[in-house]
Protein backbone atom coordinates (compact mmCIF):
# COMPACT_ATOMS: atom_id res chain seq x y z
CA UNK A 1 0.00 0.00 0.00
CA UNK A 2 1.37 3.05 -1.00
CA UNK A 3 -0.32 5.06 1.92
CA UNK A 4 1.72 2.76 4.42
CA UNK A 5 4.97 3.34 2.88
CA UNK A 6 4.26 7.56 2.61
CA UNK A 7 3.31 7.21 6.68
CA UNK A 8 6.48 4.45 7.43
CA UNK A 9 8.32 6.84 6.02
CA UNK A 10 7.58 9.82 8.37
CA UNK A 11 7.72 7.45 11.25
CA UNK A 12 11.40 7.01 10.20
CA UNK A 13 10.30 3.24 10.44
CA UNK A 14 10.22 0.51 8.27
CA UNK A 15 7.38 -2.66 9.84
CA UNK A 16 8.56 -5.87 9.12
CA UNK A 17 5.12 -7.04 9.22
CA UNK A 18 2.86 -3.76 7.87
CA UNK A 19 -0.29 -5.88 9.11
CA UNK A 20 0.97 -4.38 12.57
CA UNK A 21 0.71 -0.85 11.10
CA UNK A 22 -2.53 -1.57 9.51
CA UNK A 23 -4.15 -2.97 12.90
CA UNK A 24 -2.58 0.54 14.55
CA UNK A 25 -4.55 2.90 12.27
CA UNK A 26 -8.06 0.88 12.08
CA UNK A 27 -10.48 2.52 13.91
CA UNK A 28 -12.83 0.46 16.09
CA UNK A 29 -15.63 2.28 14.38
CA UNK A 30 -14.80 -0.09 11.25
CA UNK A 31 -15.78 -3.78 13.72
CA UNK A 32 -19.59 -4.56 14.28
CA UNK A 33 -20.56 -4.13 17.84
CA UNK A 34 -19.25 -6.42 20.19
CA UNK A 35 -16.36 -6.89 18.55
CA UNK A 36 -13.55 -8.73 20.67
CA UNK A 37 -10.74 -5.97 19.83
CA UNK A 38 -8.78 -8.51 17.92
CA UNK A 39 -9.37 -6.72 14.83
CA UNK A 40 -8.93 -2.92 16.19
CA UNK A 41 -6.66 -0.65 17.31
CA UNK A 42 -7.12 -0.55 20.99
CA UNK A 43 -4.97 -3.67 22.15
CA UNK A 44 -2.26 -1.95 20.75
CA UNK A 45 -3.48 1.22 22.10
CA UNK A 46 -3.29 -0.01 25.56
CA UNK A 47 0.25 -2.00 25.07
CA UNK A 48 1.37 1.95 23.04
CA UNK A 49 0.51 3.70 26.15
CA UNK A 50 2.62 1.44 28.34
CA UNK A 51 5.63 1.60 26.49
CA UNK A 52 5.38 5.26 25.84
CA UNK A 53 4.71 6.20 30.01
CA UNK A 54 7.87 3.49 30.34
CA UNK A 55 10.36 5.30 27.69
CA UNK A 56 9.25 9.07 28.98
CA UNK A 57 9.94 7.94 32.18
CA UNK A 58 13.47 6.03 31.89
CA UNK A 59 14.32 9.14 29.74
CA UNK A 60 13.83 12.20 32.18
CA UNK A 61 14.82 9.92 35.39
CA UNK A 62 17.86 9.69 33.38
CA UNK A 63 18.61 13.28 32.27
CA UNK A 64 17.36 14.68 35.82
CA UNK A 65 18.68 13.17 38.17
CA UNK A 66 18.49 16.08 40.97
CA UNK A 67 14.66 16.08 40.12
CA UNK A 68 12.35 14.55 42.96
CA UNK A 69 9.19 12.07 42.54
CA UNK A 70 6.46 14.91 42.17
CA UNK A 71 8.98 17.09 39.60
CA UNK A 72 9.48 13.88 37.35
CA UNK A 73 5.53 13.18 37.36
CA UNK A 74 4.46 16.51 36.27
CA UNK A 75 7.03 16.53 33.81
CA UNK A 76 5.73 13.60 32.06
CA UNK A 77 2.50 14.42 32.48
CA UNK A 78 2.78 17.33 30.23
CA UNK A 79 4.88 15.17 27.50
CA UNK A 80 2.80 12.47 27.33
CA UNK A 81 -1.01 13.83 28.17
CA UNK A 82 -3.77 13.64 25.17
CA UNK A 83 -3.36 16.89 23.74
CA UNK A 84 0.41 16.65 23.38
CA UNK A 85 -0.02 13.07 21.60
CA UNK A 86 -2.37 14.18 19.26
CA UNK A 87 -0.22 17.21 18.71
CA UNK A 88 2.25 14.61 17.45
CA UNK A 89 -0.16 12.65 15.52
CA UNK A 90 -0.49 15.85 13.50
CA UNK A 91 2.93 16.01 12.95
CA UNK A 92 2.52 12.86 11.10
CA UNK A 93 -0.38 13.48 9.51
CA UNK A 94 -2.40 10.09 10.92
CA UNK A 95 -5.51 11.41 10.75
CA UNK A 96 -5.07 10.96 7.02
CA UNK A 97 -4.05 7.49 7.41
CA UNK A 98 -7.07 5.92 10.14
CA UNK A 99 -9.19 3.81 8.55
CA UNK A 100 -12.67 4.66 9.92
CA UNK A 101 -16.44 4.15 9.52
CA UNK A 102 -17.83 6.37 6.97
CA UNK A 103 -19.93 7.49 9.72
CA UNK A 104 -17.39 8.33 12.41
CA UNK A 105 -15.34 10.05 9.36
CA UNK A 106 -18.38 12.50 8.38
CA UNK A 107 -18.74 13.44 11.83
CA UNK A 108 -14.92 14.46 11.92
CA UNK A 109 -13.67 11.68 14.10
CA UNK A 110 -10.00 11.95 11.63
CA UNK A 111 -9.28 15.46 13.18
CA UNK A 112 -10.56 14.13 16.47
CA UNK A 113 -8.07 14.21 19.70
CA UNK A 114 -8.63 10.74 21.13
CA UNK A 115 -8.98 9.03 17.46
CA UNK A 116 -5.14 10.85 16.98
CA UNK A 117 -3.86 9.98 20.46
CA UNK A 118 -4.95 6.73 20.10
CA UNK A 119 -3.58 6.00 17.26
CA UNK A 120 -0.39 7.42 17.99
CA UNK A 121 -0.55 5.05 20.92
CA UNK A 122 -1.12 2.40 18.68
CA UNK A 123 1.59 3.26 16.51
CA UNK A 124 4.38 2.86 19.00
CA UNK A 125 2.49 -0.18 20.83
CA UNK A 126 2.89 -1.57 16.80
CA UNK A 127 6.71 -0.79 16.77
CA UNK A 128 7.19 -2.03 20.06
CA UNK A 129 5.76 -5.59 18.68
CA UNK A 130 7.40 -5.23 15.35
CA UNK A 131 10.76 -3.96 15.92
CA UNK A 132 11.27 -4.02 20.39
CA UNK A 133 11.65 -1.68 23.12
CA UNK A 134 15.03 -0.17 21.63
CA UNK A 135 13.59 0.67 18.54
CA UNK A 136 10.20 2.37 20.11
CA UNK A 137 12.31 4.07 22.54
CA UNK A 138 14.56 5.47 19.50
CA UNK A 139 10.95 6.49 17.70
CA UNK A 140 9.09 8.00 20.20
CA UNK A 141 12.32 10.18 21.53
CA UNK A 142 13.49 11.18 18.06
CA UNK A 143 9.58 12.44 17.26
CA UNK A 144 9.72 13.96 21.15
CA UNK A 145 12.50 16.10 19.93
CA UNK A 146 11.45 17.12 16.50
CA UNK A 147 8.52 18.20 17.63
CA UNK A 148 10.31 20.55 19.92
CA UNK A 149 9.44 18.56 23.30
CA UNK A 150 12.93 18.15 24.17
CA UNK A 151 13.33 16.20 27.19
CA UNK A 152 16.54 18.22 28.54
CA UNK A 153 14.07 20.81 29.49
CA UNK A 154 11.49 19.76 32.24
CA UNK A 155 7.99 21.47 30.49
CA UNK A 156 6.59 21.30 34.08
CA UNK A 157 9.31 23.92 35.74
CA UNK A 158 7.93 27.38 34.39
CA UNK A 159 10.91 29.75 34.27
CA UNK A 160 14.18 29.01 35.96
CA UNK A 161 16.35 31.54 34.59
CA UNK A 162 13.96 34.11 35.92
CA UNK A 163 14.01 32.30 38.94
CA UNK A 164 17.74 32.53 38.97
CA UNK A 165 18.15 36.05 38.28
CA UNK A 166 15.13 36.80 40.86
CA UNK A 167 17.44 34.08 43.50
CA UNK A 168 20.55 36.72 42.59
CA UNK A 169 19.15 40.02 43.07
CA UNK A 170 18.57 39.59 46.25
CA UNK A 171 21.80 40.08 47.29
CA UNK A 172 23.45 41.70 43.89
CA UNK A 173 22.03 43.79 41.24
CA UNK A 174 23.48 42.22 38.21
CA UNK A 175 21.80 39.91 36.44
CA UNK A 176 23.70 36.14 35.56
CA UNK A 177 25.07 36.14 32.20
CA UNK A 178 25.23 32.71 29.81
CA UNK A 179 28.42 31.98 28.06
CA UNK A 180 28.20 28.59 25.48
CA UNK A 181 30.96 26.44 26.26
CA UNK A 182 30.51 23.65 23.83
CA UNK A 183 28.35 22.52 20.49
CA UNK A 184 29.28 19.42 18.62
CA UNK A 185 27.30 16.39 17.00
CA UNK A 186 25.75 16.27 13.54
CA UNK A 187 23.21 19.07 12.64
CA UNK A 188 20.40 16.77 13.31
CA UNK A 189 21.51 15.89 16.83
CA UNK A 190 23.65 18.61 18.05
CA UNK A 191 24.31 18.98 21.43
CA UNK A 192 24.95 22.39 23.54
CA UNK A 193 26.49 23.09 26.94
CA UNK A 194 26.15 26.22 28.62
CA UNK A 195 28.04 27.99 31.34
CA UNK A 196 25.71 30.16 33.98
CA UNK A 197 28.14 33.66 35.82
CA UNK A 198 27.19 35.83 38.52
CA UNK A 199 29.74 38.29 39.40
CA UNK A 200 32.73 36.25 37.61
CA UNK A 201 31.67 33.13 39.47
CA UNK A 202 30.46 29.74 36.99
CA UNK A 203 27.26 28.67 39.00
CA UNK A 204 26.33 25.68 36.76
CA UNK A 205 26.98 24.26 33.48
CA UNK A 206 24.42 22.57 31.45
CA UNK A 207 23.30 20.55 28.44
CA UNK A 208 21.13 20.80 25.83
CA UNK A 209 20.03 20.21 22.04
CA UNK A 210 19.30 23.61 21.87
CA UNK A 211 21.35 26.39 23.30
CA UNK A 212 18.02 27.43 25.24
CA UNK A 213 17.63 24.38 26.50
CA UNK A 214 21.13 24.01 27.84
CA UNK A 215 20.72 27.74 29.44
CA UNK A 216 17.53 26.25 30.56
CA UNK A 217 19.65 23.51 32.56
CA UNK A 218 22.50 25.45 33.42
CA UNK A 219 20.10 27.88 35.64
CA UNK A 220 18.23 24.69 36.90
CA UNK A 221 21.15 23.29 38.25
CA UNK A 222 22.26 26.29 40.06
CA UNK A 223 19.14 26.79 41.25
CA UNK A 224 19.05 23.76 42.89
CA UNK A 225 22.85 24.64 44.06
CA UNK A 226 22.22 27.83 45.77
CA UNK A 227 18.82 27.24 46.77
CA UNK A 228 18.48 23.58 47.56
CA UNK A 229 22.32 22.84 48.48
CA UNK A 230 22.09 20.04 45.83
CA UNK A 231 25.05 19.03 43.87
CA UNK A 232 24.69 18.02 39.99
Keep these: MPEIIELEAGLGYHFRDPNLLILALTHPSLTREGADGQNHNQRLEFLGDAVIQVVVTRELYDRFPNLGEGDLTQARAR ?3 RTSLAAQARRLDLGRYVLLSRGEDVSGGRTRNSTLADAFEAVVGAVYLDG ?10 RLLRESGSDMNEPLNLSNPKGELQEFLQINSPEAPCYQLILAEGPDHNRTF ?12 RGLGHSKKAAEFHAA ?8 DGVKP
Design 79 to 81: LVN
Design 132 to 141: GLVKASELLV
Design 193 to 204: KCAVFHNGIELA
Design 220 to 227: LLALQILR
